[in-house]
């Protein structure tokens, strides 16, 4: 159980440095025997988070300016559209840049858990505010100015931590059960049709 300390809150912008992703003038052709991964908006999912198996690759890409590139522990979130969700890179995939329909934080690790930031800005809470803000437009268009300002409550590293995980088991849980429940319509639906490609012959 998460105790009952004294949180304390802080502009995103004190606890994070906030960019947005590399803006690319062509249409991203993937080399097999490219060096630096690019993140898209298909590469990622709301349970899964980012999907590694399809991210495409670019050789000899130069951004001019490392400000671009991705650590692991870096949060991602989709800047545009009705799904402004957030996600962690995870660490290991060497040189790899994101499309700039994401904006990046750099959190400050000291005061700030990834994992928990992700869960806070993809909290129903957080969302309902940014829909607020949006409210009006036809398209919401997330800014760096308003995602600065957002006020950001933060416990102990703890129970960031403990947040951190209880969020990634149920996001896991969730993935699976839509697994599950997709292979039994599978299953169900291809032994109807046999039963009926029985009565078709009887």
Do not use: C
């Not at 102990?156 to 947040?163: L, P, T, Y």
């Not at 059960?177 to 299953?187: D, F, N, R, V, W």
């Amino acid at each position: 159980m998460l105790s009952s300390n004294i949180y304390d809150w802080m502009k995103l912008k004190e606890i994070a440095d906030i960019s947005t992703g590399f803006s690319f003038r062509k249409k991203i052709k993937h080399d097999p025997e490219g060096d630096t991964k690019i993140i898209q908006m298909s590469d990622v999912d709301k349970y899964q988070g980012i999907l590694i198996e399809k991210l495409q690759a670019l050789k000899d890409f130069d951004p001019r300016s490392n400000r671009y590139f991705l650590d692991g522990g870096d949060v991602i979130m989709v800047s545009k559209g009705y799904n402004i969700n957030a996600f962690v890179v995870p660490p290991g995939l060497g040189r790899v840049v994101t499309v700039n329909s994401f904006l990046v934080m750099k959190p400050k690790r000291a005061v700030v858990h990834s994992g928990y930031l992700a869960w806070f800005l993809n909290s129903k809470r957080t969302q309902h505010f940014f829909k607020e803000m949006a409210a009006g437009t036809n398209v919401p268009n997330l800014s760096i100015k308003a995602l600065e300002a957002l006020d950001v409550i933060l416990p102990d590293m703890k129970q960031q931590m403990q947040i951190a995980d209880i969020d990634y088991l149920k996001r896991r849980e969730v993935y699976l059960h839509h697994k599950i429940a997709a292979k039994k319509e599978q299953l169900v639906d291809e032994l109807l049709q046999r039963q009926a490609d029985k009565l078709k012959k009887s």
